[in-house]
């Protein structure tokens, strides 16, 4: 086993029949399923296993700039993954520790080590790297026809189209992609160096930004940087992940613009990501933004419903499992920001579906994802609820208080009306008065009705169930 010296394997308190160990494959096993091939080598491949004392366990990583990106992006998720594996550990404690095995250069991704630790941690005589080692490997999952494209990001779909179609056409040479965390940025990336090398004609080389900040300064450390240089502006297309990451490390940022520079003036393309817009990048040099905003801008906008839906019955389909629509609505109204978390939830259904043999349902669901949808500290409301019900049968909002009966609008309001006294703590009368000042007795008569529909009525019972499980999470 990996880094076995920092580890008591025979570890086992009372109340746990797992060892460190076997608890620590089944931990890193679940985060590679969630957040992906690439991410986990990215940020977490690097954790070293630590000692437990008492109940508090302690995972190592080789830089500080690490331990604090892990910390605040998965500290949660470790310590919810570990309590689950050991009911002993009750809390996990990051550390650095300088001297962990090294993960060979080759083998670090899309900037495993990162910022202000860099210096430290490399080793003192990096080898001169080849051609060939400059990129990171292209991830096969990420392909054109496995992107789904909806209003938020057919623009930027299209640009990604057009570059790897035509590289270095006029108009589009930068292209920068902007967008939020999980939006799909770094999958187009990757679409677009896996169409341009699929012929063998063109080198393309992709890192992010802290790769290209890692291995800058390890060519200074080796003495090698005209060969660095060399090796970076004999590629055709360069691509740039994160770019944000170079915001403050202003000698990085001179040999981005220079080595940006000399591929554009050579009429080679240069594809770059990051969080904001160029002009909204405060802390790049100024003639740095101006060069990356002058080709083609295209930002990817949040997710709506519908594309949440369709991204996950993709991913169902591919997986081969039956996951009920209404369940893929539950997740599509539950996750909205962040794509890469709501395909990280779907993996964790279909996995738990596998390994225990039992169907999808919205009760395994909340089970299996209970600590990613963990209901919030709130109180509903009658409007959220006039307003969820109105979304799901499509009806107007102000049909909640209005004086038709038509049965399209009649049955959503008595849903709201029963909903409304399942959910809150208002009173009958105070209920009535949200719905067009209705009696009392209305709302008594909703409640009933919907009731014995939900005894008779499959369907409906999921709808209301449904519409239940997403208001109060």
Not at 206 to 234: D, H, V
Not at 292 to 297: A, F, H, P, T
Not at 409 to 434: F, W
Not at 458 to 469: C, G, I, K, Q
Request: with cysteine; net charge negative; charged share 30%.
């Amino acid at each position: 086993m990996e880094n076995a010296q920092y580890l008591d394997a025979s570890a086992s308190a009372p109340g746990s029949t797992t060892s460190l160990e076997t608890a620590w494959v089944r931990v890193r096993e679940k985060l590679k399923s969630e957040v992906g091939e690439v991410e986990y080598r990215t940020w977490l491949r690097q954790i070293v296993l630590g000692p437990l004392d008492e109940d508090e366990l302690t995972l190592y990583l080789p830089t500080r700039f690490l331990r604090d990106w892990v910390r605040s992006q998965y500290e949660e998720r470790l310590q919810t993954l570990w309590r689950t594996e050991r009911e002993d550990i009750k809390g996990v404690e990051l550390q650095v520790k300088r001297g962990l095995p090294e993960v060979p250069v080759d083998d670090l991704d899309e900037g495993g080590e990162g910022t202000g630790e860099i210096s430290e941690s490399l080793p003192q005589a990096a080898a001169p790297e080849s051609r060939s080692d400059l990129a990171v490997p292209l991830d096969p999952r990420f392909t054109f026809d496995t992107f789904i494209v909806g209003k938020p990001n057919e623009f930027a779909y299209a640009c990604a189209r057009r570059v790897a179609e035509k590289p270095s056409s006029p108009g589009f040479n930068p292209l920068f992609l902007y967008g939020g965390v999980g939006l799909g940025k770094t999958h187009l990336m990757h679409a677009i160096g896996t169409e341009l090398t699929r012929t063998g004609k063109v080198s393309v080389a992709y890192m992010s930004a802290e790769k290209f900040m890692y291995r800058f300064i390890a060519a200074i450390r080796s003495q090698s940087t005209m060969e660095f240089k060399e090796q970076l502006r004999s590629v055709d297309v360069l691509m740039i992940d994160d770019l944000q990451f170079l915001i403050g490390k202003d000698n990085t940022q001179e040999e981005f613009f220079h080595t940006f520079n000399a591929l554009v003036d050579a009429g080679r393309q240069i594809i770059v990501s990051a969080d904001k817009s160029p002009s909204d990048l405060s802390g790049l040099e100024d003639r740095l933004r101006t060069r990356l905003g002058c080709g083609m801008v295209a930002d990817i906008h949040a997710t709506t419903f519908e594309l949440r839906i369709s991204i996950l019955e993709a991913k169902a389909k591919a997986s081969g499992t039956h996951v009920p629509s209404k369940v893929l609505e539950y997740l599509a109204h539950k996750i909205t920001t962040n794509v890469r978390e709501l395909e990280g939830a779907l993996n964790r259904l279909i996995a738990h579906a596998d390994l225990v043999g039992r169907p999808v349902t919205l009760d395994t669901t909340q089970d299996v994802l209970k600590d990613m949808l963990k209901a919030h500290d709130r109180r509903v409301t009658i409007e959220e609820i006039q307003r969820k019900v109105s979304e799901h049968w499509n009806i107007r909002l102000t049909d909640m208080s209005s004086a038709r009966r038509a049965r399209a609008v009649a049955r959503p309001r008595q849903v709201a009306m029963y909903l409304a006294k399942q959910l809150t703590s208002r009173s009958l009368p105070e209920i009535g008065r949200k719905f067009g000042n209705r009696d009392h007795t209305t709302v008594m008569h909703a409640v009933n009705r919907v009731t014995e529909l939900m005894d008779q009525d499959t369907s409906f019972a999921e709808d209301v169930e449904l519409l239940r499980r997403m208001l109060e999470g």
